[in-house]
Each structure stands twice: as structure tokens, then as C-alpha cells.
């Protein structure tokens, strides 16, 4: 039977794995060609240059720092939210 527990703990562990993938290639330094290939297919449809400018490149990888950081943060969270969780209902 799974407990109660089991969905924090699966949100927050998959959290935890986008936030060292997404940090894993900040950290390797993704190359130039991804960030072009994620402004080209996230905001295809809309009137934008077809070649984004270095500033709009260097806001995309600012931007996956960013929210790699918050996954990490959110992920942590909800791991810490489901020990007590389960620690307080050990106690009660």
C-alpha cells in the first residue's frame, strides 16, 4: 500500500531531477546552438527575428539558471514538507 507521503515524495524527487539536469547544463556550459533551438521552438508561431540576438540568448540561459535554482529550492521543500509530515504522525 503506498502512504500517505508518496506523492510529496515523488513531486519533490522529480523537482530534484529537472533542477540537476537543467543545472547539469548550466553548469557544463550548454552550448549556444540549445538555448537557439529552445528560442526558436518555444516561441515559434509568434513575430519574433528568426536569429535572437546575443542579449535574448544570454536572458534564455539566465532564465534556466533561474528556474533550475527554484526546482531545486521546490524540490527540497516538498521532501522537507513530507518528513514532517511523517515524522508528526509517527509522534500523534
Do not use: K
Amino acid at each position: 500500500m503506498l502512504g500517505r507521503g508518496t506523492t510529496l515524495q515523488l513531486a519533490g524527487w522529480f523537482l530534484l531531477l529537472g533542477a540537476a539536469i537543467t543545472l547539469g547544463l548550466h553548469a557544463l556550459e550548454a552550448p549556444e546552438s540549445l538555448y537557439r533551438w529552445l528560442y526558436h521552438h518555444l516561441l515559434s508561431g509568434l513575430d519574433v527575428p528568426e536569429d535572437p540576438s546575443q542579449g535574448t540568448v544570454d536572458a534564455i540561459s539566465y532564465v534556466s539558471l533561474v528556474g533550475g535554482l527554484l526546482e531545486l529550492v521546490a524540490g527540497a521543500a516538498l521532501l522537507a514538507i513530507d518528513r514532517f509530515r511523517e515524522a508528526s504522525s509517527e509522534v500523534g
